[in-house]
């Protein structure tokens, strides 16, 4: 079953006692829906359903190669946007079909089948403009937004249910066969003024940000011709985002007006497309894969491919292989964070750590901000188990990062190696908090208190940490109740 379908068939058990929105009582495009939703309420709506695909969604790709890019090259997008302060995260669902979706609060979800998909990095930048126009312009927030007399679990559920209904057309005839039928098949009716004026506003992201603004319309039109060919089996991007003529017809006339210029894709952009590519199929159908690819040359990065064939080759544990194919993709320039983090861990694999642990030291002093390197350097700290060196790096981590969940494990893993219980389990509470589990972080801070093995300034923050997640949880079940 989809992803979207699987949250939406656990969070639409919640009543909705909705009323339709009719397009008379919709705000003006383009104006600020904060009337009708908060900000701060859109965020924790948002919070809520991406802290659910963290914990129950098994094709949430927990990579932090692939995210680390998604967010660098989202940043860059949103820098350009009308709104670069509202703050966005940018995540990639595992799944092979062509789609984007945005949700609440400014979090977006970018299939892995629409990066690999995508022939340029323009083309990708476009449909990631597209989603955050829908952002910034609080398309969503219109859509969740019902009554003022909503309480908080049943916007959540509208939510859930728009995401589903954008995210795959199989969750959005679940969503309306419910009982939610006549708000959802309302709040779906106008989404097509919403798609012409994110294509307006994502071509002008676009083009602001320095790529080429055709990316967007030769993408779409890719798509619209491809889908042609196969009888009621468009991609899931055109069906969720319906793509009229006249909508392509407009972008193609708004990018006649721009001198054009040729924007290179970044490195990165052709490494995680491989990395993803990798990732399918058996070890030795993705070796095969990428064997094909470098003996006929079809390929746009020569050192993109090898990436690939060496990570396939590492998926399969033929580490030599992996190490030489990684040697050439290496030679004759600096290498890419990528490529290094992938090399220390082949020679981690080889039983090599402290030459993998070196790769990783070098890599991060040229590039301290990778994800990958960093997290990569974490956990191959733990694997070596030099537990004091890991808690030092996770610290530093969260000085600069302080709602890194990533780096909040490393110092539970870290303290249980020294043989800490207490702050084990302390750092364990800040995991779980993070991630909208109050009750978790709770029973956490009780284990801790009863480890008996931290002293008593350990002690004192654990016990007013637990204090403040006790308000907490009693003003979370309040909010239920109303």
């Known amino acids: ?81 009308d709104d670069p302060g509202l703050g966005f995260f940018f995540f990639a669902i595992a799944d092979p079909s062509v789609n984007a979706f945005a949700m609440p609060g400014g979090y977006i979800g970018v299939h892995s089948g629409l990066i690999i998909t995508a022939q340029t990095e323009s083309e990708l930048a476009g449909v990631m403009a597209h989603e955050i126009a829908h952002v910034t312009q609080r ?19 509208m939510g859930l249910a728009l995401l589903a209904a954008r995210s795959s057309s199989q969750a959005a005839s679940a969503a309306i066969a419910t009982t ?15 798609e012409r004026e994110s294509d307006r506003l994502g071509f002008d992201i676009l083009r602001k940000a320095g790529f080429d603004v055709r990316g967007m319309s030769a993408f779409f039109d890719r798509l619209q011709r491809t889908a042609r060919h196969y009888e009621n089996n468009a991609t899931a991007y055109l069906r969720t985002h319906p793509l009229s003529g006249e909508r392509l017809t407009d972008m193609q006339h708004r990018e006649g007006e721009v001198p054009y210029r040729q924007v290179p894709d970044s490195a990165d952009f052709q490494l995680v497309r491989a990395k993803l590519r990798a990732m399918q199929g058996t070890p030795a159908e993705a070796v095969r894969h990428f064997e094909a690819l470098l003996l006929e040359k079809k390929y746009a990065s020569e050192a993109a491919a090898r990436y690939g ?21 290496r030679a004759g320039k600096p290498a890419e964070p990528m490529i290094e983090r992938l090399y220390a861990e082949v020679r981690i694999a080889q039983g090599d750590a402290k030459g993998g642990l070196a790769v990783y030291q070098d890599a991060i002093q040229r590039s301290p901000l990778n994800q990958g390197l960093i997290d990569g350097y974490g956990q191959a700290l733990l694997g070596a188990a030099r537990f004091n060196e890991a808690l030092r790096f ?68 654990i016990d007013a940490r637990l204090r403040e997640l006790k308000r907490l949880r009693l003003e979370e079940l309040k909010e239920r109740r109303n």
């Open 1 to 81: 079953m989809p992803f979207a379908q699987r949250l939406i068939a656990g969070m639409l058990a919640c009543s909705l006692v909705v009323q339709p929105l009719h397009a008379d009582n919709l705000p003006e495009l383009g104006d600020v829906a904060s009337n009708e939703l908060s900000l701060n309420t859109e965020k924790r709506i948002g919070r809520q359903i991406m802290n659910e695909i963290r914990l129950r969604e098994p094709a949430y790709l927990d990579d932090s190669d692939v995210e680390g890019y998604l967010n660098v090259l989202g940043s860059k997008l949103v820098a350009a946007s």
């Open 139 to 157: 398309h969503i927030a219109r859509q969740v937004f019902q009554s003022k007399q909503l309480g908080m679990a049943s916007m959540l559920a």
């Open 180 to 194: 939610q039928a006549g708000a959802i098949s309302a709040q779906l009716a106008f989404s097509r003024d919403f």
């Open 309 to 329: 064939l060496a990570y396939s080759l590492f998926r399969g544990r033929d580490w030599i292989s992996a190490e030489q194919q990684l040697q050439l993709a």
């Open 394 to 461: 996770a610290d530093e981590q969260l000085q600069m990062q302080p709602d890194g969940v990533r780096f909040y494990r490393l110092r539970a893993a870290s303290h249980a190696g020294l043989g800490r219980a207490a702050q084990q389990h302390q750092a364990l509470a800040e995991v779980f908090a993070l991630q909208g589990q109050t009750g978790p972080a709770i029973e956490q801070l009780e284990l801790a208190q009863k480890a008996g093995d931290a002293n008593f300034y350990v002690m004192s923050a």
